[in-house]
């Protein structure tokens, strides 16, 4: 028979010894929570079957009860009036039982629910606040989501008893079966527990790229390889136009009128944005560079959106509205075209005729930010609509945000994140080149990326000292960092030589077959394998030395690789080699087998054409 013991914490002799214990017959499951009523005059048991067995420890009465689920109770508390027990299941639901004793005869429990978030700790109906057990079943019910009518009861649409004394069995039977006002019931509740559980999270607000915050009274609007838009707000509002090379265009010194707060720079237009200002729309203003008339500027005003970002290429100009829209138009102020963002602009981004747009995808999990970005190919004429690749999601580290976009020497995007980390999209993937941190000794120190050329294999960036930001009241100096991608074992020959092969290699896909940076990438990437066999040979890691010259394109470099082989005394290497050095004569031969035989069907071709042409304009000549 399953029972309860009480144990007397004051009895050293008999530690072991109960003093009282309670038993009762008709339990059907295991007990599983035992707790003292606050007076300590009553004991309530939980079972596993749902069940609640309650004892006075004088023994004079009991009470037992089932619920009407009949789940496991997973946690219950008394009432203020030691009449109640409210308790959860392992479902989730909330319910409470009235406690009648005398009376073994099951008592079906108030209606429960599924359990919501509690915000403020409950108190009692009573004025009794100092006990710490006290519970409000009226602010625990308002919690849930049921109403009260003028006398205190719960209303659930159904007659209630008058009083809270009276327990109108007929109508809580009644209300438990109907399933209509349960599921209603537990809809409403899922909902107001979402409402509330939801957490508030920020997005990345939108930015110009290359440029410094908006609240500094002197600051740069953009600076980038072309040159860098000043603004200055002291006396007297004022934008400064410079350029690097004065070849282009001499430097600009005019008034914000319109309170400009955007810009982006190219060698046939200055864009300037504004933001809408109580009653003010907003506004975007072009410079033309190259106008060979009397009207070098024209303008656009918005009164129903307003633009986030802005960005001017070789033929075009393009504004980001807060509408999720870009508005396309060229240098000259013809609009041309219209586009749509999947989501919230962060950034855009322009050069030659093509566009990086950056918005929000989604919301991210925690800190990270969920960021997509897409390319567009804006044509020179008005053939609509313009090319443009899929949303892609943008890598960013975890707990960063979007710190800088643009384009590099060849007009591959690039970006960089609040960590520093420098990444190039190569097709479809973008790579990491750079982490500017493992350049700087001081936490505080920051880079301002200016541009990037593959070429040169370098980053034009401002060091900022202290700060994020360069000091725009001082002529700032740009550096030339090299590219160094982030691999592992930098510190050995082995990782910087794996690093020098990896950056010429992604270097030689970069760049123009046809210039002479591509010739040097490929001289360097065999001088960089043969770096890496002699090293491998070195450390008698053969097999590594065998993967490394199966990388050689020619079968030359392989023969070469077996004759250093040889020379330090690894034969079984050098066989291996030769044969390699076989088979690649033999894709070699077939390939060029290949190459003639195609050149040869198109001189066949050519030779064919003509002749067939002239059969069939004269076809009775023959």
Request: hydrophobic share 40%.
């Amino acid at each position: 028979m399953k029972s309860v013991l009480i144990y007397e914490t004051t009895n050293q002799e008999n530690p072991f010894e109960s003093s009282n214990s309670f038993a009762f017959k008709n339990w059907k499951g295991l007990p599983s929570i035992v707790k003292f009523s606050p007076s300590g005059s009553y004991i309530a048991c939980a079972t596993s079957h749902g069940e609640f067995v309650v004892f006075s420890l004088d023994g004079s009465s009991e009470f037992y009860c089932q619920t009407s689920k009949k789940l496991k109770i997973c946690g219950f508390i008394w009432g203020t009036n030691e009449k109640e027990l409210i308790y959860t299941d392992i479902k989730g639901n909330l319910g409470s039982v009235e406690v009648i004793f005398g009376s073994l005869k099951a008592v079906e429990e108030k209606k429960s629910l599924p359990i919501t978030p509690v915000r403020k700790p409950m108190v009692a109906d009573d004025d009794d606040d100092d006990d710490d057990n006290a519970i409000s079943i009226s602010k625990l019910k308002a919690e849930v989501g049921f109403a009260m009518t003028e006398d205190g009861d719960t209303f659930t649409g159904k007659r209630m008893a008058s009083s809270r004394n009276e327990v109108d069995v007929d109508d809580i039977l009644a209300m438990v079966n109907e399933d209509e006002i349960e599921t209603e019931s537990v809809v409403s509740v899922k909902r107001e527990a979402s409402k509330t559980s939801l957490p508030e999270k920020s997005i990345q607000a939108p930015f110009q790229p290359g440029s410094t915050p908006v609240h500094l009274n002197d600051r740069y609007m953009i600076y980038n390889y072309i040159g860098y838009v000043r603004s200055q707000e002291f006396e007297d509002s004022i934008i400064d136009i410079a350029f690097h090379d004065v070849t282009v265009h001499h430097n600009i010194h005019m008034s914000n009128t319109y309170g400009h707060t955007m810009a982006d720079l190219s060698e046939q237009c200055c864009i300037l944005g504004a933001e809408k200002s109580g009653e003010t729309p907003g506004k975007v203003v072009v410079l033309q560079l190259n106008s060979w008339d009397q009207h070098q500027e024209w303008s656009v005003d918005f009164v129903d959106e307003e633009p986030v970002c802005v960005a001017t290429g070789e033929n075009f100009a393009a504004v980001a509205m807060d509408t999720n829209l870009i508005r396309l138009f060229t240098v000259t102020g013809v609009q041309r075209g219209l586009l749509t963002a999947p989501g919230r602009v962060v950034c855009a981004s322009a050069r030659g005729n093509k566009l990086f747009i950056v918005f929000h995808m989604a919301l991210g999990v925690k800190d990270d930010s969920a960021l997509g970005f897409c390319i567009a190919e804006i044509p020179f004429n008005f053939v609509p609509p313009f090319w443009c690749e899929p949303p892609q999601p943008l890598p960013l580290k975890p707990g960063s945000v979007l710190q800088w976009i643009g384009f590099s020497d060849d007009s591959n995007p690039v970006i960089m994140d609040s960590t520093g980390v420098v990444n190039i999209l190569y097709r479809n993937s973008w790579i990491p080149i750079f982490e500017t941190r493992r350049k700087l000794s001081n936490k505080g120190d920051n880079y301002f990326i200016v541009g990037i050329s593959e070429r040169e294999q370098n980053i034009r960036a401002i060091l900022c000292k202290g700060s994020r930001y360069p000091a725009a009241h001082i002529t700032p100096v740009v550096q030339l960092i090299g590219w160094q991608m982030p691999l592992c074992d930098m510190d050995t020959d082995k990782g910087v030589q794996e690093e020098a092969l990896l950056r010429w290699s992604l270097v030689e896909q970069l760049v123009p077959q046809d210039c002479r940076e591509a010739t040097e990438a490929v001289k360097k990437i065999r001088e960089g394998l043969m770096k890496l066999f002699a090293l491998s040979t070195a450390a008698d890691r053969d097999t590594r030395a065998y993967s490394v010259a199966s990388l050689m394109n020619t079968a030359h470099q392989v023969q070469l690789a077996a004759k250093y082989a040889l020379r330090t005394q690894h034969r079984k290497l050098a066989d291996k080699l030769h044969q390699l050095a076989n088979q690649k004569l033999d894709e070699e031969a077939q390939a060029e087998l290949e190459t003639l035989t195609t050149e040869q069907d198109s001189s066949i071709a050519e030779e064919v054409t003509p002749v067939r042409r002239s059969i069939a304009e004269n076809p009775l000549s023959t």
